[in-house]
């Protein structure tokens, strides 16, 4: 099997490759390497590569900067998502498109219930739209589909344009003296990228029936709970207040509740579990 990876030097991306099953030719694209925005350049590069699969992580996803610049987040996000189902059409490709939790508009928070598959998604940023445009081109236009939404990732690599990892990040922070302020209103599914990655390949390798599914550990906590368990499990002492999220203006309205969970047979270990594995390797 020939596996494109779009999107290959980021944080999930860049774990789907590292994790590539034996027997699988895969091919990791870089931004450098791919501009999806650009139809002949999508057209050009993988009309040389000929994928069974393509498995696209790219996204414009600063979720402020999608606020300040909503033509760029449409231009990525939608048409170049547009532009990568027309390619895989063209060329009988699959195409694993990766999406996000930010489709929903936490309002499921009254129910205190994670968000499934068969939620209808309603988003309430430049981002979330701009997403779930993308995730309908792709479930309307092309037959041979995945739709993966991941949420709250953390990883190795960490993301770039977020400023790396919200774990080591915060670890380094607390170990340096600094005194944290974590809200305590947000609540999500935090999700180890090794986990997603690994359920990603099972998806394309089983040939799951084509769809959307939601990938992330198991559980859910509010963003201060999360800070405490990694504090906890790091064994490091650190000062953290619990604060409002109103504390912190953004550009971007963020849901507040957005857990996810699969009725697909999709079934992570839990996050504290994840968590556990990725600091006993990752920290000193």
Known sequence: MRVVVIGAGGQLGSEILKLTPEGVKVIGLTHEDIEIADLQNVKRVLHNLKPEVVINTAAFHKTDSCEEFPLRAFEVNLAGVKNLVDVCRKFGSVLLHISTDYVFDGKKAELREPYTEEDTPNPINVYGISKYAGELMVRNYLREHYIVRVASLYGKKGSKSKGGNFVLNILKKAKEGEDLRI???????PTYTVDAAKEIWNLVL???????????????CSWYEFALEIFRLAGVKARVKPVSSSEFPRKAQIPRWTPLISVKGIRLRHWKEALREFLTKFTP
């Open 183 to 189: 809200v305590d209103d947000v609540f999500m599914s």
């Open 206 to 220: 089983k040939r799951r029936p084509f769809g959307t599914y939601h990938i992330t550990n198991g559980g859910y």
